[in-house]
């Protein structure tokens, strides 16, 4: 079974940083997709920003030039650096992937998601 696990989630001040990590485990073939989303109460959730496999990018508006998205292929792991948070990045952030389980055979799937609360 195909599972996303987040960690680093937490509460900041505003201006600091966070960086969260998301791995993949089970069995599968391959892994194009990844990336995060997130969601505040009472809107839908948007997509914070995406890497594919051959590294390139994809970044919400909002995080452009703040947030890092990164990933070590080799460990199934994707990463979000963090930078100069403000109370409107709070929300619960999301890892997504587009997972192929056999060569012929992909799925899009979800992490449990993790709290990020910017609060002085």
């Known amino acids: 079974q195909v599972q996303l696990v987040e960690s680093g989630g937490g509460v900041v001040q505003p201006g600091g940083s966070l960086k969260l990590s998301c791995t993949a485990s089970?069995?599968?073939?391959?892994?194009?997709?990844m990336g995060w989303y997130r969601q505040a109460p009472g809107k839908q959730r948007e997509l914070v920003a995406s890497t594919l496999h051959d590294g390139s990018t994809k970044y919400g508006d909002s995080v452009k030039g703040r947030f890092t998205i990164s990933r070590d292929n080799a460990k199934n792991t994707v990463y979000l650096q963090m930078d100069s948070l403000t109370p409107k990045d709070t929300a619960v952030y999301y890892c997504n992937a587009d997972i192929a389980r056999t060569i012929i055979s992909t799925a899009n799937y979800w992490g449990q998601g993790t709290q990020v609360t910017v609060s002085s």
């Open positions: 089970g069995r599968f073939f391959f892994i194009n997709l």
